[in-house]
Antibody, heavy 126, light 112 residues
Framework: QITLKESGPTLVKPTQTLTLTCTFSGFSLSTGGIAVGWIRQPPGKALEWLALIYWDDDKKYSPSLSDRLTITKDTSKNQVVLTMTNMDPADTGTYYC??????????????????WGQGTTVTVSS | DIVVTQTPPSLSVTPGQPASISCKSSQTLLHSDGKTYLSWFLQRPGQSPHLLIYEVSNRFSGVPDRFSGSGSGTDFTLKISRVEADDVGIYYCMQSKRLPRTFGGGTKVEIK
């Protein structure tokens, strides 16, 4: 069974740095083609893709947020960490991690954003 | 970025009746590997999104066969053959041909 779970602070102050951890099980981030991504959702709004990290440590970011995001992985701990600097109230929302698969890379039973975590809610307020 | 547009923004459906959601992308989602990378997700109230359909028309594990996806190139449709109470929520389409992944604005489905 594949599971992912996000953890981190529920409240951060403006200008602070947010650090979120995604802890997963049931798959390995050492497997070729596998990735873990982050997606967020402001209250009452649509989903917004943020970043992903591939099995080979290649990292991709949303162009609009690339200067504020850093994604890293600890394969031995089955964890992916996302940091977002200079937090603003507009960054308030629910942050999800999900398993992803590199486009064009066939892995039986694995697809883009096929399993999501439960999400963690982050409020940015002074 | 590939822009993905969904219509309608909301839908009210009588149980047992069909429902249809449209999704259009700003460029073809046909990849050089021959697959078309368009997915559908359902986010039930208070829950995280979950995958319904991948690569236009393939139902993900455990998804009832009343859900079907169709389309090609830039135009796609999700159909629910007979809506049930459990189908309430917000449906999102997403392209995964290119990074960044991009989502439609969502379609909220309610029961009449």
């Amino acid at each position: 069974q594949i599971t992912l779970k996000e953890s981190g602070p529920t409240l951060v102050k403006p200008t602070q740095t947010l650090t979120l951890t995604c802890t997963f099980s049931g798959f390995s981030l050492s497997t070729g083609g596998i990735a873990v991504g982050w997606i967020r959702q402001p209250p009452g709004k649509a989903l917004e893709w943020l970043a992903l990290i591939y099995w080979d440590d290649d990292k991709k970011y949303s162009p609009s947020l690339s200067d504020r995001l850093t994604i890293t992985k600890d394969t031995s701990k089955n964890q992916v960490v996302l940091t977002m600097t200079n937090m603003d109230p507009a960054d308030t929302g629910t942050y999800y991690c999900a398993r992803d698969t590199m486009t064009g890379y066939y892995i039986f039973g694995s697809h883009s954003l096929d399993v999501w975590g439960q999400g963690t809610t982050v409020t940015v307020s002074s | 970025d590939i822009v993905v547009t969904q219509t309608p923004p909301s839908l009210s459906v009588t149980p047992g009746q069909p429902a249809s959601i449209s999704c259009k992308s700003s460029q073809t989602l046909l990849h050089s590997d021959g697959k078309t990378y368009l997915s559908w997700f359902l986010q039930r109230p208070g829950q995280s999104p979950h995958l319904l359909i991948y690569e236009v028309s393939n139902r993900f594990s455990g998804v009832p066969d009343r859900f079907s996806g169709s389309g090609s190139g830039t135009d796609f449709t999700l159909k629910i053959s007979r809506v049930e109470a459990d189908d309430v929520g917000i449906y999102y389409c997403m392209q995964s041909k290119r990074l960044p992944r991009t989502f439609g604005g969502g379609t909220k489905v309610e029961i009449k």
